[in-house]
């Protein structure tokens, strides 16, 4: 049984930082690509970044670029997402994802295959 369990969001104030985790079980993390979406109250669930395995390549939204990075650790089968100078825009519960077959649509959230239970990040202005 697969199972992702997100930590890491919390509240915090515009301009600071968090760090958060995905720890993955029953599969074989390091073949399958990892997603970061989010989803604010009201809205769609939004695409934040991925890392692939298959091409060793990572990906961003556009509204991301240059302050969240994503990162992992295949001996820990654990993805992190940094968050750096926050805004208050990026209030939302936090999902990690996995797609099993790395497909190229990897803003489609349809695409991923399980998904944790999210994690609460709210910044304040």
């Known amino acids: 049984q697969v199972q992702l369990v997100e930590s890491g969001g919390g509240l915090v104030q515009a301009g600071g930082s968090l760090r958060l985790s995905c720890v993955a079980s029953?599969?074989?993390?390091?073949?399958?690509?990892m997603g970061w979406f989010r989803q604010a109250p009201g809205k769609e669930r939004e695409f934040v970044g991925v890392s692939r395995w298959r091409d060793s390549s990572t990906f961003y939204a556009d509204s991301v670029k240059g302050r969240f990075t994503i990162s992992r650790d295949n001996a820990k089968n654990t993805v992190y997402l940094q968050m750096n100078s926050l805004k208050p825009e990026d209030t939302a519960i936090y999902y990690c994802a996995v797609d099993r077959y790395g497909s190229r649509r990897y803003e489609n959230p349809h695409e991923y295959d399980y998904w944790g239970q999210g994690t609460q990040v709210t910044v304040s202005s």
């Open positions: 029953g599969l074989t993390f390091s073949s399958y690509a």
